[in-house]
C-alpha cells in the first residue's frame, strides 16, 4: 500500500511537471509569436513609412519638375526642418513645408532646399544620354518625413538631384513622336538627333544619310518606311558615327534594307552613340502656343497681331483698314496702337494689290496674282483650301515701323531682350481658327534681315515668330551674315516659297510652271508633322504610301517645281527641326506627289545654338531629373 501511494504520488508530481512545462511552453510560444507579430508589424508600419517618404520625395521632385516646364524657376523660401513645419514656420513658394495625405493611414511632410550655387551652366558628359549637350542645371535636396495615422515618425529620407533644362533647339531633329527620314541625294543629320518614339531609316535608293551626333531613341530602331513593310526604293545607305566628336565622325555603316523592314537591336558597334529604350523626355504641349489663351507664348510675346475676321470668314475692318489689329494679353484690340500700326509713320500701309506693306490680308476673293494658293492643302481639300485667308508680314517693314513707333510693343526697343530677344505672336481671329483643317495662313516676306533698315535704330538680338495656324515663309530668312541673329519659327505647319515665288503662280495648276529656285533659311524652325498611319508605333505601320505624313524631311513643305533645266536648285537650310506631335490644323498627307517637287536639301544643324547665348528667345526646354543621392536619416531635425 505505501509503495503504491508513493508511485502514485510520483505519478501526480509527473503529470504536474508536465502540465507546467507545457504551460512554459505555451507561454513562450505566445511570447514569442507576439514578439514576432510585434515585429511584423513594426517592419510593415516602417515600409510603409518609407513608401510614404519616398512617395513624398517622388511628388515635390515632380512638382519642380513642372515649374521648369511652365518656362518658370522654382521660388521661396525653406524652413530650417521638420520640427519647424510642425511648429507652423512653414516656409513659402515652391519649398514650403506640405503634407501628402496618401490614403493608407500613413502621410509625408515635405520640403525642399535650394543649392545655395544655383544655376549652373554645364555639358553633359560623355557617356551619359544626351552627352555634349548644353544644360542648366539647378540642384535641389527633398526632404521627406512618413507617417503613421498617429502622427509618429516611420521613416526620414532625403534626395537630392539635379534638374537640367535642355534646350530642343540644341538638336539637329528632335521628335515627340515618330521620327521617320527617308532623303534622297546625300543629307547630313550634323547634330544630335532624339524621338521619343520609334525611328525609321529609309534613305532613297541612291541616297546617303549620315548620322554624325549621338541618337537617341525612346522606342524602336526601324530599318525601311513605316508606311510599307517593303524597302524598293528606299535601299540607300545609312551611316551613323561611333564617337561623340561631331567634328571627326567616324561613320558605321547601319545594315542594309534590301528586301522589307528589320528592327535593328543590336548597336554595339556604335559604342554608345546610339541610344535605345530610353526614358522619354517630358516636352511643351503644343497648346503652349494657342492664341488668346494663358500660353506662356502668348502671354509673354512682344507684339501680338491679330487678323480679324467676322463670322462669314470676312475680313472685319472695324477696327483698321487691314482687318490686322495690336491685341493685348487678354485678346482686346488696342484701337490706338492699331491706328499708329496703319498710320503714315508706318510706311507702307496694305492697299489690295500692293506689293509694298507692313501688314496686311491676302484673301480668297482677290483677283489674280493677289492671292496665295497653297496646291498641297487644295488638292486634297479643294472645297477648304481654294486659296488661303492670309494675314501677310513685311518682316522688314514691320522692324522699321517698330522702331518708329516703340509705343506699339509698350515702350520696348528692338533690342529688348526681355526674353533673350523678342517675341512676335501673329494670329487669326476667325470661325475657323480651331478647326482641324482650315485655310488659314500667317505669311512673312522680306525677312532676309532681322534687323531695321533705318538709320540709328538698334540692333535685334534675337527673334522668335509664333503662330498656331500655317506659316509661310516666302524667299530668304535670316540670311545675311553680317544681320544674323538667332532665331526661330514656331508654327502649327510650315510652308517655304522660294525666292522666284509670285503670287500669280496660284493661278498655275500645272506645277511644272510654278518655278522655284534657291532660297536660304536660317532658324529653328517648331513645326508639327502628320502621323503615318494615322498613329504612333506598330498601329501605324502598313497602311500604305499614300498615309505618310513625310517625317523630318516635311518639315518644310514645298508649293513649287524645283528644277532649273537638268538642274535641281538648292533650299540651303541651317538650324534645328523640331515636332511636338501632329499638325491641327492640316488634315493633308505628304503625297500624292501632283504638286511639287523638292529642291536638293542642303541641310546642317545651326552649330551656333550650341552655346546657350545664341539660342533664339524664348526657346522651348524639355527637364529631367538625375538623382544624385539618396539617403536614409534616423533623427528628425
Known sequence: MYTRRNENGLALLSVLFLLTFMASLLGAYVMVAHTELSMVRSSRNSQSGFNAAEAGLNIRAE??????????????????????????NTGSGDYVCSTIDLGNNHSATTYVEEDADNPDTTVIPPGETFAGLSAIEYRYNVRSVGRNANGSNEAILDLTFQARKVPLFQFMIFFEEDLEIFNGAVMTMDGPVHTNGDMYVGTQTGGTTNYTGQVTIAGELYRGLKSVSSCSGYEGTARISDTPDRSAPNYVTLPACSSN??????????????????????????????AFSDGEFWQR???????????GGNVDTTNSPTGVEVVNA???????LTTLLHSGSCPGLVQEGAGSYVVGNRNATDGAG?????????????????????????MGGLLNCLHSEPTIMGGKSLSD?????????????GPAASSSQNNYSIRIRNGDSLQSSLGGAPDVEGLTVVTDQGLVIWGDYNSVAADWVPAALMADTTWLLSNDWDDIDSEEADRYYRDGDETTVMAAVLSAIRRTGGVNGEGGQDFGADTNGGGAINVFRFNEWFRDGGSIPDFHYTGSMVSLGAPRRSQSTWGPFTYYSAPDRDWSFEDRFN?????????????????ELFVREYVVD
Do not use: H, K
Open 370 to 394: 493677289e492671292r496665295l494658293r497653297l496646291y498641297r492643302e487644295y488638292q486634297l481639300y479643294p472645297a477648304i483650301n481654294n486659296y488661303q485667308q492670309t494675314l501677310e508680314v513685311d
Open 417 to 429: 531682350d526681355t526674353e533673350d530677344g523678342l517675341v512676335f505672336f501673329f494670329a487669326i481671329d
Open 611 to 627: 552655346d546657350p547665348e545664341n539660342l533664339p528667345p524664348m526657346t522651348p526646354v524639355f527637364v529631367y531629373l538625375r538623382q
Open 63 to 88: 512638382e519642380l519638375r513642372q515649374v521648369f516646364l511652365d518656362y518658370a524657376l522654382p521660388s521661396g523660401t525653406s524652413p530650417s526642418g521638420v520640427t519647424d513645419c510642425d511648429a507652423g
Open 261 to 290: 523592314r528589320f528592327e535593328i537591336t543590336d548597336v554595339e558597334n556604335w559604342l554608345g552613340n546610339i541610344d535605345l529604350g530610353i526614358e522619354p523626355v517630358t516636352v511643351p504641349s503644343p497648346e503652349d502656343m494657342d
Open 301 to 311: 510675346a512682344d507684339l501680338r497681331l491679330a487678323l480679324r475676321l467676322d463670322a
Open 330 to 336: 487678354a485678346g482686346t484690340t488696342d484701337t490706338a
